[in-house]
């Protein structure tokens, strides 16, 4: 498949690293040479110099035999006229990166086919999505529904109140009406060493689970309220929530949180904007101030609050506030910042959960992309590694094979099933079957592999 990629910022280099695990013919485009010395150094890709809404430049690169053409620069209308150009030339499909909410109503639907684009992706609601799913589960940093909502993959950090401390992975099973079932199962665990670095274990039988470890899950649905028993927590509601950040993203996640019953307070540091939103906001209550202000949180009350939220153009700013509104026994702060690198800071600056619209946009881009054997993916940003959803055909090479028949046993896990909606933690006796929908928790290097499997 030969896809090219315009832009060489942190969504196109996540994308062209998914991509070229699985050998595809990858060309990207950008106008920064030193980005893409960079990424042609990093990957298996060819680097082209050049503006992406050049005719010239599109037809130098084949655009016109291109099997995708996805524009994923910070620019709108940019990434609208290179693929509406690319299309016109021949390229298969396209896929243009957006802000506007607007492109994605339905009654504006005829002009975007029009412009013979698509797929439009907006990574202000797709963090806003996101954002609203964290604070549904107060106990988890990361969540991601697989099948329908028939089980889920949630990320948490154990403290000294959880049950499963200094036991081993092959001791984890929860009783059931029903007797023994696997409700759950760890598919990777971040643990601190003695340096003060960071290390990936792939759980096996005798794996031990220790304080602060961070541990990802599979988790079938009916088990979302045994995990939190057995993490010693409860299932809280967050009533009073503060967004600090009258952006795009603090605006969608506003609204999400008003229409779902929430009380909301939106904080805004320009004068004129915040005027502005409270013309647009008129159910929600739009303060203007300064969110790394302790006295003006204190005096919006900032103690009877269960959320804080930060989500403006400043990642240092994000991470300030919510570190202020944990110091004053705010539940649960969630931080949106645009350098990855932030996101491993999680684990020691005690901030819940961090959101990268970045990485969200990009896998979001690669499941449009594997669309067939593919229905799902998502990224854990800790993290070289994915969780892929999988249907089963009846010509797939697993169909009809047990777990144990799975080739991969290092790096890859197959972590749950669902058949005809119900969700199941497979043991290695567990045989697939054609139509089940099967997850897996794969190292970015194997996509390729694996996938071979399930096509």
Known sequence: ???????????????AKLLSNEMNDIVIMDMD????????????????RGD????????????????????????????????????DMGAKRTLARISNPEFLYKEN????????????????????????SLVQQSAFNAMHPFANG??????????????????????????????????????????SNDKGEYETIIPEDNTDFRINDHVYFIV?????????????????YFKN?????????????????KENKHNVKLIEIDRSKAFDLADELNNILIINGDGRDGELLIEEGISDSDAFIAVTGSSETNIMSCLLAKSRGVKKTIALVENIDYIHLSQEVGINAFINKKLLTADSIFRYIRQGSVIDVTGISDLDAEVLEF????????????VSDFPFSDGTIIAGIVRKNEGFIPTLDFEIQPNDHVVVFTKANLISKVTKYFK
Not at 109 to 132: C, H, N, R, T, V
């Open 391 to 402: 249907k089963i055909h009846d010509n797939s090479q697993i169909a009809n094979k047990k």
């Open 220 to 236: 079938k649905k009916t088990g979302i309220l045994e995990i939190y028993k057995i993490l010693g927590k409860k299932q809280e």
């Open 1 to 15: 498949m030969k896809i090219i990629i315009g832009g060489v910022g942190e969504v196109g280099f996540h994308l």
């Open 150 to 191: 028939q089980l889920f993959l949630v990320g948490t950090v154990l403290d000294e109140d959880c049950r499963i401390l200094d036991k081993r992975f092959k001791d984890m099973y929860l009783t059931t009406k029903g007797g023994k079932e696997n409700l759950f199962t760890p598919i990777a665990i971040i643990r």
């Open 109 to 132: 639907q005829f002009w975007i086919d029009k412009m013979g684009i698509d797929a439009l992706i907006s990574p202000e609601k797709l963090a806003a999505d996101e954002i609203y």
């Open 33 to 48: 040479k030193d980005k893409l010395a960079l990424i042609e150094n990093s990957l298996d890709v060819m680097a082209y």
């Open 52 to 87: 992406i809404t050049s005719f010239k430049a599109l037809r130098e690169v084949g655009a016109h035999n291109a099997d995708m053409f996805i524009s994923v620069t910070h620019l709108q209308n940019t990434n609208i006229t290179s693929a509406s150009i690319a299309k």
């Open 241 to 257: 929530i503060i967004v600090l950040g009258g952006g795009s993203i603090g605006v969608k996640t506003s609204k999400i949180l």
